[in-house]
C-alpha cells in the first residue's frame, strides 16, 4: 500500500509516517497543502491520500475533488480535526471514501486505510447520525423500492458492518454484497454508500440506531 500524506502540521504528518511505516505501509510523499498534494500524486502514484482539510493555498475539500476527477483510482481517506456534519458531507460529496477526526487511535487509521484498500467505503453510525442532520429532507416513496435482501444489506452496513463482514452474516460472497449495493445505488440514484444509507432512513426503509461510541469515524 502506498500512501501520500497531507497535511499542514509536519509534526503530526511526522508523527503518521512514522505509524503507517511500522505497520508496513509505504508512505510515498507529504504535502503541506491541496494544490502541492495534486502534483504529488502524479509524481508519486499512490494508493490512498490521506488528506488534512484545513490547509493554505488549496483546502482539502478542493483537493480531494481534483484528485477523484484526475485521478480516479487514487482513494482519499480525509483525517481531520472537524466533526462538523457539513464538513463531513462535502468531503465525501468530493469524492472522499472514508472520514477520520485526529482523534481516531492509530490502529482505526491503520485499519481503515486496509479497508479501503479491500474495497470498502467506510461509514459508521455516528458518521450517518451527525450527517442526517444536514441532509435535505425526500419525499416518501414505496417499500418495494428496495428487494428484503438489499433492505437487510443496507441496515446491516448501516449499523456498522463491512462488506466482509455482511457477506460472512449472510453466507454470501463479497462480490455478491458488492452487486447488491450497486443495484441500492441505482434505484436509490446515488453512488454514494454513504449517501444510499442517509436516503434509506429519510425514506423510513432503514432504522438508524448507532449503539455505543467507541467508532469515532
Known sequence: MKVLLVDDHQILRDGIRRGLESAGKDVVGE????EEAIGLVGETDP???????????????GATRQISELYPDVKVVVLTMHD???????????????????????????DTLDRVM?????????????MLQVVGGLKPTEESLLSDRQVEILQ???????????ARELGITQKTVHNHLNAIYR?????????????????????LNPEGGDDEL
Open 84 to 110: 462538523d456534519p457539513a464538513k463531513t458531507r462535502a468531503a465525501l460529496e468530493a469524492g472522499a471514501v472514508a472520514y477520520l477526526t485526529k482523534g481516531t487511535s492509530l490502529d482505526e487509521v491503520i
Open 47 to 61: 494508493d490512498i491520500v490521506v488528506m488534512d482539510l484545513s490547509m493554505p493555498v488549496l483546502d482539502g475539500v
Open 187 to 207: 434505484r436509490l440514484d446515488t453512488q454514494s454508500l454513504t449517501h444510499a444509507v442517509l436516503s434509506a432512513v429519510r425514506l423510513g426503509i432503514i432504522d
Open 156 to 166: 446491516m452496513i448501516a449499523n456498522g458492518l463491512s462488506t466482509k463482514q455482511v
Open 31 to 34: 504535502a503541506g497543502n491541496g
Open 118 to 130: 479491500d474495497g470498502e467505503e467506510v461509514l459508521s453510525p455516528h458518521l450517518a447520525a451527525s
